[in-house]
């Protein structure tokens, strides 16, 4: 039809689709054997399809009938009647295989009546004909068979065929996603980038101001030292020459002692500036607490250490806290003779006591034995101590009972310790 598509179908027509459908138009081909422009219309959609079919299937039919009514070909004519049985797998109704197939025994059988009147001498083509109409009832089911198998095949075409496309939708959409996430992660890695960066200027520059505090503090620190040396040693003269008793002799014993302090209290400041400037690190507990204890005036004291291959992971000034542990049970315990260092486990983390066999502290002291400045030397040691151990999150507590000696317990954290193979 001039002006349409050869393959064009209008969405009108039954909603059931065949398992395959005519092409809705042949070429014609002209008296020289060559094409026409012109196309035969076969219908553009199924319902006209459907009709051209069963207008073809009817004629055929008719036309094999009257062939076998006039013409006495026996089997090679019945054979023509499996053809229209055959074009139903073209019709969309289930049943058009049987019923045609009805139809068609039938024709044979009253064709077969009317031959034996018309021909004496075929009479016996009867039982034949019976045959073959037995034959024509089998080939609906393989008709029906074969239209079923193409029905599911074409099912599962066209279910992947929608899988295919949902599949390259989701396909689309999941490039798309990662594109978009791409640029975000790009661009989240350029402002990492430029934090990381700012971030690297901003640690330079605080290295740098702390090595230059450090270097100032360190400086002033050595020339305040150096004038407290030099007024110690006139206080010293002073003290040689003033007359005992008097009140310039007990002043400048005073003097002596606040300088000594204001010393020490200088001292603290070094130490206290280290803490937390190197990174942590693994100790060999007992080579720590030995090597603390060799710095200390510990004659008639017995330093028992039972940590075994025990590794904790703190502060480089670790030495510190146990030199101070050491120092202060010695200093301020009374008559202590032993002191024991041992660790047990709690749950998940693991306890480090340090214990003597001294007067112990008081039960509303205990608290402030931390606290900046409170006890009878500097009151700085177990303030220092207690900083230290922070650093990698151990803390300290002291629960001993007054009279039965002191007892201090670290607490280390799971990840914080772990055992050599020693």
């Known amino acids: ?52 079919v069963l207008v073809t ?30 074009m139903t797998v073209w019709l969309p109704y289930r049943t058009a295989p049987f019923v045609t197939a009805s139809l068609l025994m039938v024709a044979i059988f009253f064709a077969g009546f009317i031959t034996n009147l018309r021909y004496s001498q075929t009479a016996d083509d009867l039982p034949n004909r019976a045959v073959f109409i037995v034959m024509l009832a089998i080939v609906p089911f393989l008709t029906w068979e074969i239209r079923s198998a193409y029905e599911r095949l074409e099912r599962e075409v066209t279910e992947r065929r929608q899988a295919q496309g949902e599949l390259q939708d989701l396909t689309r959409v999941l490039e798309q996603e ?15 980038s430029k934090d990381i960066e700012e971030r690297r200027k901003v640690e330079e520059a605080l290295s740098t101001a702390h090595q ?20 110690l040693t006139y206080i010293t003269f002073s003290l040689d020459i003033a007359p005992d ?38 100790h060999q507990l007992d080579h720590v607490i030995s ?55 709690s749950g998940d983390d693991l306890v480090i ?3 003597d066999n001294g007067v112990g502290i008081a039960a509303e002291d205990k608290q402030k034995i931390f606290l900046k400045g409170f006890g009878k030397h500097t009151g700085l040691g177990l303030f220092l101590s207690r900083e230290i151990l922070a650093i990698t ?6 629960n001993g009972e007054p009279g039965n000696g002191a007892r201090f317990e670290m607490n280390v954290q799971k990840g914080m310790y772990r055992f050599g193979d020693r």
């Open 1 to 52: 039809m001039a002006g349409s598509k050869p393959n064009e179908l209008r969405p009108d027509g039954p909603s059931t689709v065949p398992f395959f459908t005519l092409r809705p138009s042949i070429p014609l081909t002209t008296g020289s054997g060559g094409l026409s422009p012109h196309l035969l219309d076969l219908g553009k959609t199924l319902k006209e399809q459907r009709e051209l």
């Open 245 to 282: 008793g008097t009140p310039l002799k007990e002043h400048l014993s005073r003097m002596e002692g606040i300088s000594r302090t204001i010393e020490r209290q200088i001292t603290f400041t070094r130490d206290y500036e280290t803490i937390g400037l190197q990174a942590p690190c693994w």
């Open 291 to 345: 090597e603390a204890a060799n710095e200390v005036n510990a004659t008639g004291v017995k330093i028992d250490v039972d940590v075994r291959s025990l590794e904790v992971y703190a502060d480089p000034m670790l030495g510190k806290v146990f030199y101070t542990l050491i120092e202060n049970a010695i200093r301020h315990g009374e008559n202590v003779t032993e002191i024991r260092f041992s660790f047990r486990q």
């Open 178 to 192: 990662v594109q978009e996430r791409t640029s975000e992660l790009t661009e989240v890695n350029k402002a990492l």
């Open 212 to 231: 230059k505090l450090s270097l100032l503090s360190g400086i002033t620190r050595h020339d305040i030292l150096n004038q407290i040396f030099a007024l």
């Open 393 to 398: 999150r151990i803390t300290i507590t002291e």
């Open 57 to 86: 299937l009817f004629c055929m039919s008719a036309a094999i009938f009257a062939t076998d009514l006039f013409t006495p070909y026996g089997f090679m004519i019945w054979i023509l009647y499996l053809i229209p049985v055959l």
């Open 353 to 355: 006591t340090c214990q």
